[in-house]
């Protein structure tokens, strides 16, 4: 089991740039997430997959946000025409909705967006 | 709308003193209740998730319990290892989507 993995670790970027960041979830879960946290605050909710399935994106997530997960697999998050305000920790986390890990959601280890 | 509450902002412990961390939420129904920690610059790491209220779990100096408006994080003896922070989050009993909501965290410094 080799944990959630995420690329790049690090982005800068400059503003009105396109960015797009990717996610591999622990092999075999089915629900994928996207949080963003920024200095001093606690993750917030972005969008969910189940499987190939987007089921909810956050109020948060505006039209230059899109993510998408191809065959239930690995997600990307792109966010297009960047600004200064899309800087932050951008995590992913995966969750089975089996076994003894019922609902517990992992996180890699995040990107760091900087826009100049 | 769900909202977690957690307090203090900070905390700064000596090695071997004993403390709790609170974490306040309201949700309409609740489908779990969990624990996580972070380290600076690394992504949550998970610790304990509690299901219903008089829940208790334990894991090294690290004990979680649950009521039905709150949850604390008991940390006894800690060591400058347990520095930190702490995030608590639920999520909601309702729909299909098992998103968390979090609190900002307690940033814990344990002192040698």
């Known amino acids: 089991d080799t944990g959630v993995s995420q690329d790049p670790r690090h982005k800068i970027t400059k503003r009105g740039q396109n960015v797009t960041f990717r996610c591999d979830p622990i092999?075999?879960?089915?629900?994928l997430y996207w949080y963003r946290q920024t200095l001093g605050q606690g993750p917030e909710f972005l969008t969910y997959?189940?499987?190939?399935?987007?089921?909810?994106k956050s109020r948060l997530l505006s039209d230059r946000f899109s993510a998408e997960r191809p065959k239930g697999s690995f997600s990307t998050l792109e966010i297009q025409r960047t600004e200064q305000g899309d800087s932050a920790m951008y995590l992913c986390?995966?969750?089975?909705?089996?076994?003894?890990?019922?609902?517990?959601?992992?996180f890699g280890p995040g990107t760091r967006l900087t826009v100049l | 709308e769900d909202q977690v509450t957690q307090s203090p902002e900070a905390l700064r412990l000596q090695e071997g003193e004993s403390s709790s961390l609170n974490c306040s939420y309201t949700?309409?129904?609740?489908?779990?209740l969990f624990w996580y920690r972070q380290d600076p610059g690394k992504g949550p790491e998970f610790l304990f998730t509690?299901?219903?209220a008089g829940e208790e779990k334990e894991k090294e100096r690290l004990k979680a319990t649950l009521t039905k408006k709150e949850s604390f994080l008991h940390i006894t003896a800690p060591k400058p290892e347990d520095s930190a922070t702490y995030l608590c989050?639920?999520?909601?009993?309702?729909?299909?989507?098992?998103?968390?909501?979090f609190g900002k965290g307690t940033l814990l410094t344990v002192n040698p």
């Open positions: 986390a995966s969750s089975s909705p089996y076994g003894i890990s019922y609902n517990e959601q992992f």
């Open positions: 092999s075999e879960h089915n629900r």
């Open positions: 997959f189940q499987n190939e399935a987007q089921l909810e």
């Open positions: 949700v309409s129904g609740l489908r779990g």
């Open positions: 509690l299901y219903s």
């Open positions: 989050a639920s999520m909601n009993s309702g729909g299909s989507n098992y998103k968390l909501t």
